[in-house]
């Protein structure tokens, strides 16, 4: 099996799983950040080295508020347990999104677990909270114009991929290879567009709380299927 290097999952349908079981929203953004810690295990003894989930968007502000709230507890509390499970499993974590729009204390976690993290050489763990494509690559642009203005940059700078990749939240991230959406919707929700460009998709019906290792394995294994028919260049090997 050709184990991709980088996947990016966008985790869909905790509401539905829940509501499948009679049991509330909520319950199902908890049994879905339960599964997070899961498939990161699992990710890593399948030999994948970094692993980026859509966790929050700049769109989801606009659900209920309770709904956000509950969210946002949730987060405060995995990003906190998250410390010990990156220890215990070596694994780098970054955040992703414009952390400038989560609440103090949040952001402060954030800082805790990227700086306490960031010399563990097991999996590279992506968060991306509060993000939004499109709101990625304006930061990146101001942030080049920012530079030239400042005189980082020279005033006759050139843009090219690397400028833009450089001031990109995922500066130093292989694109992924693979990128998975559960629960039946087939879109990118304004996922990693840039760094998409080449990535192969794979979408499935199973909503996110119930994404178990063997899905994970499915997942993979077309993928693995869809490279060894076409190669990595787009030329057909077979
Ligand atoms: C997806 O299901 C839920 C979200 C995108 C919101 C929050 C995500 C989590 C709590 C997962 C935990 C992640 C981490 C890193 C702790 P949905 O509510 O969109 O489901 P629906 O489409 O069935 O309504």
New binding site residues.
Partial sequence: MNIPEHVAII???????A?SKGMP?TY??TQ??KN?EVICREAWNLGIKYLT?????TE?WSRPGDEVKA?MD??RS?LKTCKNTAEKNHMRVRVIGDKSGLSEDIQQSIRELEEFSRDFDGLNFQ?ALNYGSRDEIIRAFNGILGEIRDGILPEDTVVTEDLIESHLDTAGIPDPDLLIRT?GEERLSNYLLWQCAYTEFYFTDV??PAFSKDELVKAIEAYSSRQRRFGKTGEQVE
């Fill in positions: 985790l869909d349908g905790n509401g539905r799983w509501k929203r199902g953004h879905g950040a997070v989930v859509y966790a929050f968007s989801n969210i949730l987060l995995y968060i629960s909503h996110w």
